[in-house]
């Protein structure tokens, strides 16, 4: 993605290879160094931050995601989708084709839960189905689709998912692993 390369201590590329999915040269070299400074200074890393609209226009994969503001907002340790360097390499970490699915389903919950309840309801599928189909759905139309998928998927008949159930939906799901990532 680039070559300038970003100035971290041997500690700090040591930490983030043990707690991502990335290796010292992606690191270094691959994790979109035009959205963070060329020196890190101590505790800069999570302290400045990249606009979310920044975010989303140097990352094409973002830019065209439903979902994009969502995504940041969940990465973003504000909540607003204002992301850090930490957050950005989080974010990349868990969108990559490494990280394993258990990680990416933990995150696809905590994106489809909009209001951060830890369950996803009604309301909560409604705004998923008003990103995916940009307005095409009625509310009748919207609504029958929830129905059905809280009928197929609900299985303890509380009108909402867990996680659990919310899991067992989508590590079936044949597709998940292969369009649940970002190339970096």
Not at 86 to 97: K, P, T
Not at 98 to 114: E, L, S
């Amino acid at each position: 993605m680039g070559n300038k390369l970003l100035t971290f201590t041997e500690q700090q590329l040591e930490n983030y290879q043990d707690c991502t999915f990335f290796t010292r040269k992606e690191i270094l070299r691959e994790i979109r160094p035009d959205l963070v400074p060329k020196r890190m200074r101590q505790n800069e890393q999570v302290t400045i931050r990249v606009p979310l609209e920044d975010v989303v226009e140097k990352l094409p994969e973002l830019r065209e995601n439903p979902f994009k503001q969502r995504i940041c907002e969940v990465f973003s340790r504000d909540g607003k989708g204002n992301l850090s360097f930490e957050d950005i390499l989080d974010l990349l970490s868990v969108f990559s084709e490494q990280a394993p699915r258990d990680i990416k389903v933990y995150y696809a919950f905590k994106i489809y839960d909009f209001d951060n309840d830890r369950h996803i309801g009604t309301e909560d599928l409604d705004s998923a189905l008003v990103l995916l189909m940009r307005q095409e759905l009625s509310p009748e139309d919207r609504q029958q689709i929830i129905e059905k998928v809280i009928e197929e998927a609900d299985v303890d008949g509380d009108g909402k998912l867990s996680f659990m159930e919310f899991e067992h939906v989508i590590t079936r799901a044949p597709d998940f692993l292969s369009t649940f990532h970002i190339r970096i």
